[in-house]
C-alpha cells in the first residue's frame, strides 16, 4: 500500500468514527454551537455569507443565517460540476429549495454571489484548523481559490480528531466554532 492509499484508509477511518460521533451528539451541544455561531457573527452588516443547508447530523448554521439576512445577502453552496469548486446562490429564510448533488437542498432561485465570510461544514477537525469533509475536495478547491475570504467552521466537540489526516491539497481553517469554544490556525499564538 502505498502513502496515498494509507492517507486515503485513514481518512476513511477517521471519517467513519467522527460521523459516529456526531450523530451521538444531542441537541444541548447542537444549540450551545449553533449559539456560540451567532456570538461570533451577530454583529455583521452589508457582508455576503455563505453557509450551508445542514444534512444529516451536522451542526445547523440556519438560526444564525435567518437573523443575519435581515442586514446582510446569505447564499448557499452548489456543486456544479465533478472537480469544480462550488458556486453560491442566494438564499433566503423560506426561499424554494430542490434537491441537488449528493442529496442537499438548495436554492432554485436568486443570483450567484462570491462570498466574502463562508460557514464551512465538516466531519471532522483539529486544534491546529485541520478539516476533514466527504471526500469530495469540493470546499478545499473553493477555498483555495477564496483566499480573501473569512472563512469559519461549524463543529460539534464529539467531532474533535488528535490531528485530522491531511493531504498537499486539504486546507487549513482559520477558525473552527464548537459548543466548547473556538479552535483553528488564527487561535495559534
Known amino acids: 500500500m ?3 492509499d494509507n492517507l486515503t484508509a485513514l481518512k476513511a477511518q477517521s471519517r467513519a ?3 459516529r460521533a ?4 444531542g441537541e444541548r ?3 450551545a454551537a449553533a449559539t456560540r455561531l451567532y456570538a461570533r457573527l451577530h454583529g455583521l452588516r452589508g457582508r455576503t455569507i455563505a453557509a450551508y443547508l445542514p444534512i444529516g ?3 445547523s448554521p440556519l438560526g444564525t443565517m435567518r437573523v443575519l439576512a435581515k442586514d446582510n ?3 448557499m453552496p452548489i456543486v456544479t460540476a465533478k472537480g469544480a469548486p462550488l458556486r453560491f446562490r442566494e438564499w433566503w429564510p423560506g426561499c424554494p429549495l430542490e434537491k441537488g448533488s449528493f442529496g442537499v437542498m438548495v436554492p432554485v432561485e436568486g443570483g450567484w454571489r462570491v462570498p466574502d465570510v463562508l460557514i464551512v461544514p465538516m466531519v471532522g477537525f483539529d486544534d491546529a484548523g485541520g478539516r476533514l469533509g466527504y471526500g469530495g475536495g469540493f470546499y478545499d478547491r473553493t477555498l483555495a481559490g ?3 475570504a473569512s472563512v469559519i467552521g461549524l463543529a460539534l466537540e464529539a467531532q474533535r480528531l ?3 489526516p491531511r493531504g498537499k491539497h486539504d486546507m487549513e481553517l482559520p477558525l473552527i466554532v464548537t459548543e466548547a469554544g473556538v479552535f483553528g490556525a488564527a487561535t495559534r499564538v
Not at 456526531?22 to 451528539?25: E, I, L, N, P, S
Request: net charge negative; aromatic share 0%.
Open 29 to 31: 451541544a447542537r444549540a
Open 57 to 59: 447530523s451536522e451542526a
Open 17 to 19: 468514527a467522527c460521523l
Open 146 to 148: 477564496l483566499r480573501q
Open 162 to 164: 488528535d490531528r485530522v
Open 73 to 75: 445577502c446569505i447564499c
Open 22 to 25: 456526531r450523530d451521538g451528539a
Open 2 to 4: 502505498g502513502d496515498d
